[in-house]
């Protein structure tokens, strides 16, 4: 009897760990969605309005590209960190799957301003 009752206090413990466990990939996925977001807003609003013909523009915008790099690197960080913790969730899943989409859009945009 003894035995059964410590074997599903162990049980429940292990149960409380993992939805701990999804609980803090969930949090680290959405705190580095929220940096992205943020950090995108701020290199959205620095490009309006376009002129694309002006130097001072075209310096304002890669210097805002650039200096936003690291946010945007530390926000995708969380969110392959939140799907290590929990690679079995599928939302975790199709978050990775459109950063690394995300990823390779802001590396052609990257590559494309280099002419300028």
Do not use: Y
């Not at 580095?32 to 995108?40: E, H, N, P, R, V």
């Not at 915008?61 to 946010?71: M, N, R, V």
Request: glycine residues 4%; without cysteine; hydrophobic residues 60%.
């Amino acid at each position: 009897m003894v035995a059964e009752i410590t074997d599903f206090m162990e049980e429940s413990d292990s149960e409380q760990h993992n939805h701990f466990l999804v609980q803090i990939s969930f949090a680290l996925a959405l705190l580095g969605w929220l940096i992205i977001g943020s950090t995108l807003n701020t290199i959205i609003f620095s490009a309006f309005p376009l002129k694309l013909a002006l130097p001072e523009w075209q310096l304002s915008f890669i210097t805002a590209l650039l200096s936003s790099s690291f946010a945007l690197l530390v926000g995708s960080v969380l969110i392959v960190l939140a799907l290590l913790i929990n690679p079995k969730d599928n939302v975790l899943q199709r978050w990775h799957l459109t950063l690394s989409r995300l990823a390779g859009l802001f590396a052609i945009l990257l590559v494309l301003m280099i002419p300028l």
